[in-house]
C-alpha cells in the first residue's frame, strides 16, 4: 500500500489530507493534495509527503 499525506506546514504534526492505492502515481498525489483542499481555507506552506509502502 503507498500513502500520500499532506501535513500542516507551520505545525507539521497535522496530518490535513491524504490519500493511499496498491501503486504510486502522480494521480494519488494530487487527490491527497485535493482531499487537503477540502479541510483548510489556505493551503499556503503545505507539506506533501509520500511514502512508498515496504
Do not use: F, R
Not at 496530518?15 to 477540502?38: F, H, P, Q, R
Amino acid at each position: 500500500m503507498n500513502l500520500s499525506c499532506i501535513s500542516d506546514g507551520s505545525t507539521q504534526q497535522k496530518n490535513i489530507g491524504y490519500a493511499y492505492d496498491t501503486s504510486m502515481t502522480a494521480e494519488l498525489a494530487v487527490k491527497a493534495v485535493e482531499n487537503a483542499c477540502l479541510n483548510v481555507k489556505s493551503t499556503e506552506g503545505i507539506i506533501l509527503h509520500s511514502n512508498w509502502g515496504v
